[in-house]
């Protein structure tokens, strides 16, 4: 019993009108959410993201994250500023924050989402070049995300 009214309330209290949108919304946003609050643990660069254990950055990837001042500073930037775009893009897609009464909450939270991306996905730029071992096709890939991204937005804020 207790598990239908958690199916049932759950999904209206967020603005969903049927049990399956809130499921999409928890397969895709939730997922999204999900691994952006699990993630926040790398916040503490030093001490868990690059710390030696088995959770943290690949092997080898620390040598050159915390070798020069500027790949450091950039890779702290990056995941201080993705995760916490990550958590405010999955906000986006609930409906109760799409509403007419919360229409200003809900671009609020969308400019400091894409402000958030710009800045990370700029910020990790430096450090590409040794991303992911630096084969060739990780530079590549790694490269073409931030353009990409940063490429749609830039011609979207263009508009106004």
Not at 14 to 38: C, D, E, K, M, Y
Not at 57 to 64: M, S
Not at 109 to 116: D, E, V
Request: glycine share 8%; charged share 10%; proline share 5%.
């Amino acid at each position: 019993m207790h598990t239908s009214i958690v199916a049932n309330r759950l999904p209206a209290a967020l603005g969903f009108a049927r049990p399956i949108h809130f499921l999409n919304w928890l397969l895709f946003s939730g997922t999204l959410f999900i691994f952006s609050v699990i993630s926040l643990r790398f916040l503490y660069f030093t001490t868990v993201f690059c710390g030696g254990g088995s959770d943290g950055a690949l092997p080898g990837e620390c040598f050159y994250f915390l070798r020069t001042l500027t790949t450091r500073l950039s890779m702290k930037v990056h995941l201080w500023c993705v995760l916490p775009a990550g958590i405010l893009a999955s906000l986006q897609f609930l409906p109760a924050l799409r509403r007419p009464a919360r229409l200003r909450i809900h671009r609020g939270i969308g400019y400091a989402s894409i402000a958030l991306a710009l800045v990370g996905n700029l910020a990790a730029v430096p450090s590409i070049r040794h991303a992911f071992g630096g084969d060739l096709a990780s530079q590549v890939c790694d490269n073409f995300i931030p353009v990409a991204v940063n490429h749609r937005y830039d011609c979207w804020l263009c508009q106004y």
